[in-house]
C-alpha cells in the first residue's frame, strides 16, 4: 500500500466518469425551521459561500494536530546546499477559520555553518513566518522549538517550507557542499487551533459538510437509523457509505451506526424509510417521495444532518442514488427526486480508479499536467498512482508495457544526470540525459530549429515493462531527474535556475494484453482491492449475508465495508445486495460477503463449517493449517489442486480474549464463486478487523486464506489456494496447466515418444514387407 498523502501532493486524479445515470429531481426551499426541532438561528438569504466566523465563546474551539508524517513527509526532510528547501502541504476545512497556529519543530544543522550568515527560515505560501537561527553552541544536536505562525498568513491550501540559508566561509564556496545541510523531522507537529464557520443548509454544497477534501484527517461519519434496518434501508446506506468511502480515498473512513438517536455532536447522515417515529430530537419534513434535505443538529448549531428518504425501501434507494451520482446537481435546503434512471450499465473491470483493460490509459487521465512537470537542480518526484486489477495474469510475459515520452532541458556538457525510474519505490531504470552538440548544424538540426519553438528540445520516447510481480492492486509510478553538477572551479560553481524537466501527458500504461486470471482464496487481493467483490465496480455481482439480529457493531461493521469498497473502485456500492442466511439459496450466482460476531447468529458458520479454515465460538477457538509435506505432494501433481485440500494440523483452544478473522473460501452453492467471511467472538472484535483494513502497515499482514486479527497483531496462516477465478484462452491454459504438473507432463512426453515409436516401427515395417514383395 502507498502511505497517505496530502490531497494536493500529486494524488491520482479521477478519471471522468462517462455519463451513467439521469437524474430529474425538484427542489423545495423550506424555511428551515420546518425541519428540525431546534433549529439554528436564522440566517439571512445568503450565496452558499457566504460564510461568518462563530464566536469561539458560542462553540467549542477546536485544536488539530499533524505530524509531517501525516503530511505526506514520508522521511525527515533534508535541506541541502546555499538554498536548500523542502516542505509538506497542508489545507483548511471549509468549515472552519484558522485563529491560531504553532509549529513544534524536532531538528538539527551542521556544526560547520557560519552563525552570522546562515540561519533556517519558515515559510507559509511563500512568506516568511519565522527565521531560527544557527548557532553554534547547539549545533549538531537534536533541537526542538516551538514556532508561532500568523494566522493571516494561513488559505484554504497552503505549503509550509523550510528552507537553509547555508554557509561555511567567508570567501568562495562549493555551493553543494556537504557540510551545508539541515534536517528536519517528520515526527514534527504543525498545530492549528479553528473556530467553526457557520454554513448554511444547501445541498449545493455537499459531500461538505461531510466530507472535506481538505482534511486529511480519517474520515467518521455516523450513520443513522430511525429504526431497526431492513435489507433495503442497509443497501441504501451501503450506497451512502460507499460514496463517501470513495470520496475520503486515502484517508480511510468509519461509519458508526445508530439506531433512533443522534450523535452528541458533528455532522451525521440519517436514513430514514417509512414513517417509523423520526431520531430523538429531530422533527421530519413531509415525505412523499424519495427526498433529500440539510438541517441543522438540534444539539449542535455547528453540526449538520443530512437526511436521506423515502416512504419505503425502493424510494429510499432512489433517494441515496441520487446523492451518491448526482450530489453535483442538487441545490436547497431540500430535494425532492422524482427520477434517477441508469443510462448505462456497468461492465466488469471498469472502476472509475482502475486503469482501463481495453485500451493504453494516458498519464494525464490519472494525474494533472501540472504534477508532471518539475525544476530545479534538486526536483521532487513525478508520481503517477493508479489501480490495477489484482488477477491480471501475467505468465510468461515481460510485464506491463509504458511508453514514455518525456523533455528536459539539454544538459551542457556531457555528464552523469539521468531520469531515474522506480515503482513503489524499487528502482527499474535509469535513463540519460542528453548534452547539447556543440558540433556544426547539420540539415537536419537546422530544420528542427525552425520547426520547433525556441528553446525548446527534441521530445525523448522509452518504451519498457514493469514487472507485475512489482505491483500490488495500487502502485505508484515514480520519475525524478537526477542533474549531475560538474565542478568548474573557485568562484564559479553558481548553479543557475534554469533546469526544467517533464513527462508527458500523453505518456500511455497498458494491461489490455492480459487475461484475468487469479488463484483463490486471496485475502490480499481482498484487503487491498477488494476483490472479488469490486470487480463490478457497483457491487452487482456481490451479496453481504447480515448475521441475525444485527446489532450497532455489525451494521457499523458493513458500512466500513462499503466504504472500503467504494475506495478502491471510486464508485457507490449500488448494486449491492443485502440479505440473511435464510436467504443464502437464491444467492448462488454472487460472490458473499458474510458477517458473524459470534453467539451463534450466524447460521451460516455451522452449515459450512466443512469449508471454514477457523472457527470462533465464544471462548472456544480453532484454527486449520497445512503443511509443508502436503504443499510438496500437490506441486507434484500427486493431488488434485482444484479439490477440497486436507489439512493436516489444527489448534484448538479456549481463552477470553475478543479476536477476529477472516477467511476465504470456494462457495459451496457454486464453483467459481468466492466467500469471505468476517467473524468475530464478541461484537466489538468486529472493529479490530476495520483497525487491519483501514492500517496501511497492518494491511499487508492480510493474505494467504486466513488471517487472524488479535487486537493489533495480524497474522496470516499457511494455506493454499484451491480454486481459480476467471479464464484463459485454451493454448495458454494448457501450457499454464502443464506447467503446473510436472509428474503429467513427464507422462505426456513419455506417451508421446512411444506413440512417436509405434507409429514409426509400423511404418518401417510395412515399408520392409512391401520391399520384400517387390524382390519376391
Not at 3 to 9: E, F, G, M, Q
Not at 17 to 33: E, F, K, N, W, Y
Not at 208 to 236: C, K, M
Amino acid at each position: 500500500m502507498i502511505s497517505k498523502r496530502h490531497p494536493t501532493a500529486r494524488l491520482p486524479r479521477k478519471r471522468m466518469l462517462p455519463a451513467m445515470l439521469a437524474l430529474v429531481l425538484t427542489g423545495t426551499a423550506l424555511p428551515v425551521s420546518q425541519l428540525a426541532a431546534a433549529p439554528a438561528p436564522a440566517l439571512a438569504p445568503a450565496p452558499a459561500a457566504a460564510m461568518a466566523v462563530v464566536p469561539p465563546a458560542e462553540s467549542g474551539v477546536r485544536v488539530h494536530r499533524t505530524s509531517f508524517k501525516d503530511l505526506g513527509a514520508l522521511f525527515p526532510l533534508q535541506l541541502r546546499g546555499v538554498d536548500g528547501t523542502s516542505g509538506v502541504a497542508f489545507s483548511v476545512r471549509n468549515d472552519e477559520v484558522v485563529i491560531g497556529a504553532k509549529l513544534k519543530l524536532n531538528y538539527s544543522y551542521s556544526p560547520a555553518l557560519l552563525t552570522n550568515l546562515s540561519h533556517i527560515k519558515v515559510l507559509v505560501n511563500e512568506q516568511v513566518a519565522a527565521t531560527i537561527p544557527v548557532t553554534t553552541q547547539q549545533a549538531g544536536e537534536s533541537l526542538q522549538r516551538e514556532i508561532t505562525i500568523p494566522p493571516r498568513l494561513i488559505t484554504e491550501f497552503n505549503r509550509l517550507n523550510l528552507q537553509l540559508i547555508g554557509h561555511y566561509t567567508m570567501e568562495c564556496e562549493d555551493p553543494l557542499h556537504s557540510s551545508l545541510w539541515a534536517n528536519i523531522g517528520n515526527d514534527s507537529v504543525l498545530e492549528l487551533t479553528v473556530a467553526p464557520v457557520a454554513q448554511t443548509n444547501d445541498l449545493a454544497l455537499l459531500p461538505q459538510p461531510f466530507f472535506d477534501r481538505r482534511d486529511v484527517r480519517p474520515l467518521e461519519l455516523p450513520i443513522v437509523f430511525n429504526a431497526t434496518p431492513n435489507a433495503g434501508t442497509l443497501q441504501a446506506a451501503g450506497t451512502m457509505s460507499s460514496w463517501f468511502g470513495a470520496l475520503a480515498g486515502f484517508r480511510g473512513a468509519r461509519f458508526p451506526s445508530l439506531i433512533g438517536e443522534l450523535p452528541a455532536r458533528g455532522n451525521a447522515v440519517v436514513m430514514v424509510a417509512g414513517r417509523a417515529q423520526a431520531p430523538a430530537g429531530l422533527a421530519l419534513p413531509e415525505i412523499s417521495g424519495p427526498t433529500v434535505a440539510v438541517v441543522s443538529h438540534p444539539a449542535d448549531r455547528n453540526g449538520k444532518l443530512l437526511l436521506v428518504m423515502g416512504r419505503d425501501d425502493a424510494e429510499l434507494a432512489v433517494a441515496a442514488k441520487a446523492v451518491a451520482v448526482g450530489s453535483s446537481t442538487l441545490s436547497g435546503p431540500l430535494a425532492r427526486i422524482t427520477e434517477v434512471t441508469e443510462l448505462k450499465p456497468r461492465k466488469p473491470y471498469d472502476a472509475p480508479h482502475w486503469l482501463a483493460n481495453d485500451r493504453p490509459v494516458k498519464f494525464g487521465e490519472l494525474v494533472d499536467a501540472q504534477a508532471l512537470n518539475v525544476s530545479g537542480y534538486s526536483p521532487d518526484l513525478i508520481r503517477v498512482n493508479f489501480f490495477l486489477p489484482p488477477d491480471l495474469f501475467g505468465w510468461r510475459q515481460k510485464g506491463i508495457p509504458v511508453d514514455l515520452r518525456y523533455r528536459y532541458t539539454p544538459r551542457p556538457n556531457a555528464d552523469k544526470s539521468t531520469l531515474n525510474i522506480n515503482v513503489n519505490q524499487q528502482f527499474l531504470q535509469s535513463l540519460p540525459l542528453r548534452a547539447m552538440s556543440h558540433e556544426e548544424p547539420g540539415a537536419l538540426d537546422r530544420l528542427l530549429t525552425k520547426v520547433l519553438p525556441p528553446g525548446e528540445t527534441v521530445p525523448e520516447r522509452e518504451k519498457f515493462h514493469i514487472p507485475l510481480f512489482k505491483l500490488p492492486s495500487q502502485s505508484q509510478l515514480q520519475m525524478h531527474y537526477y542533474y549531475d553538477v560538474v565542478k568548474q572551479g573557485a568562484c564559479k560553481d553558481v548553479p543557475l535556475d534554469n533546469v526544467r524537466g517533464s513527462v508527458e501527458a500523453d505518456s500511455t500504461i497498458d494491461i489490455s494484453g492480459f487475461p484475468h486470471f487469479i488463484a483463490m482464496p486471496d485475502l490480499a487481493a481482498f484487503g487491498n482491492a477488494g476483490f472479488p467483490f469490486t470487480r463490478m465496480a457497483d457491487l452487482s455481482e456481490s451479496a453481504v449475508v447480515m448475521p441475525d439480529k444485527p446489532g450497532v457493531q455489525e451494521l457499523g461493521t458493513y458500512l466500513g465495508l462499503m466504504g472500503v469498497m467504494g475506495r478502491v473502485t471510486g464508485f457507490p456500492a449500488l448494486g449491492v445486495t443485502v440479505a440473511q442466511a435464510q436467504q443464502v439459496d437464491r444467492l448462488s450466482d454472487k460472490d458473499l460477503l458474510v458477517i458473524s460476531s459470534g453467539g451463534g447468529n450466524q447460521p451460516l458458520l455451522k452449515q459450512w463449517a466443512s469449508a471454514i479454515p477457523a472457527a470462533l465460538q465464544g471462548e472456544t477457538k480453532s484454527f486449520q493449517l497445512a503443511d509443508l509435506a502436503h504443499r510438496m505432494l500437490r506441486w507434484w501433481g500427486f493431488e488434485e489442486e482444484s479439490g477440497t485440500r486436507a489439512r493436516r494440523n489444527q489448534v484448538a483452544f479456549s481463552s477470553t480474549s475478543t479476536d477476529a478473522f477472516i477467511a476465504g473460501f470456494e462457495s459451496p452453492l457454486r464453483t467459481g464463486r468466492s466467500v469471505v467471511l468476517v467473524a468475530s467472538n464478541q461484537p466489538a472484535g468486529l472493529t479490530q478487523v476495520m483497525d487491519a483494513l483501514l492500517d496501511a502497515d497492518a494491511l499487508t499482514k492480510v493474505q494467504g486464506s486466513t488471517t487472524v486479527i488479535r487486537g493489533k497483531q495480524v497474522d496470516s496462516l499457511v494455506a493454499e489456494k484451491n480454486y481459480h477465478v476467471g479464464q484463459l484462452g485454451p493454448l495458454l491454459y494448457a501450457q499454464w496447466f502443464l506447467s503446473r504438473n510436472p509428474l503429467l507432463l513427464i507422462l505426456l512426453g513419455v506417451s508421446a515418444a512411444v506413440l512417436v515409436a509405434i507409429i514409426l516401427y509400423l511404418s518401417l515395417r510395412a515399408r520392409a514387407r512391401a520391399r520384400l514383395k517387390q524382390k519376391g
